[in-house]
């Protein structure tokens, strides 16, 4: 935590899990989304406002929105939008669902009179 590092664990002994892979993703990660097929994760750095680190070392990430591919084993930087450059705030909390990761939108459910 706070570490800026991303960790998958083996957990089939639920009372002795241990991990199997460790990644540093930038200075925070605040926040993880996987997709539904567990092919793709994303992270945001920004926790709440209180704790987000304001200043970094050159080279180091504060506030971004991180894509992934993971295979089970690795992941694979596919793109990172830098929030302070795109002057957007702070990524706080993501909900990626199916339709969201496809640009569409969730259709409309009309009443059952109107159908």
């Known amino acids: ?3 800026g590092r991303a960790r998958a664990f083996d957990i089939k002994d639920p009372f002795h899990p241990r991990e199997i892979f460790s990644e540093k993703i930038g ?3 605040g926040n993880v989304s996987q997709s539904w097929d567990g092919k793709r994760i994303y992270f945001t750095s920004s926790l709440l406002s209180n ?3 304001t200043v970094a070392t050159a080279g180091e990430d504060l506030q971004f929105f991180k894509a992934y ?3 089970g084993k690795k992941l694979t930087h596919r793109f990172t939008i ?3 450059q795109e002057q957007l705030g702070r990524p706080h909390d993501m909900n990626l ?5 496809f640009a569409q939108h969730r259709p409309i459910e009309l009443p059952a009179s109107k159908q």
């Open 51 to 53: 704790w987000d680190k």
């Open 82 to 84: 830098d929030f302070f």
């Open 27 to 29: 200075v925070q990660v």
């Open 1 to 3: 935590w706070n570490d």
């Open 97 to 101: 669902g199916a339709y969201a990761l």
């Open 69 to 71: 591919a993971w295979d």
